[in-house]
Nanobody, 115 residues
């Protein structure tokens, strides 16, 4: 199985930015989709953004325009650039990989947006 390791979370003030990274432990078979999900306290886990191996991206409506997903396939890594963060973005953000072998999750990284 592929291991996914997230990094880049932390505490940021409203209006600030963070860049999350998710590195896979080995090369990823194609076709595949890598993405980010989040779980806001008291809510169910929700999709943030995803990026397929053929270059197609999808965003949740509430994040579109503020968040940008990108991939570095040579490094087996997916990123999430988060700008203009709001208090409502506070959540645990988790990396997800889907391919023909199954679905895999990282351990999650905490993002806290607070004054």
């Amino acid at each position: 199985q592929v291991q996914l390791v997230e990094s880049g979370g932390g505490l940021v003030q409203p209006g600030g930015s963070l860049r999350l990274s998710c590195a896979a432990s080995r090369s990823i078979s194609s076709p595949n989709t890598m993405g980010w999900y989040r779980q806001i306290p008291g809510n169910e886990r929700e999709l943030v953004a995803r990026y397929s191996s053929d270059g197609i991206t999808n965003y949740a409506d509430s994040m579109k325009g503020r968040f940008t997903i990108s991939r570095d396939n040579a490094k087996n890594t997916v990123y999430l650039q988060m700008n203009n963060l709001e208090s409502g973005d506070t959540a645990v953000y988790s990396c997800n990989l889907k391919n023909r072998f199954g679905e895999y999750w990282g351990q999650g990284t905490q993002v806290t947006v607070s004054s």
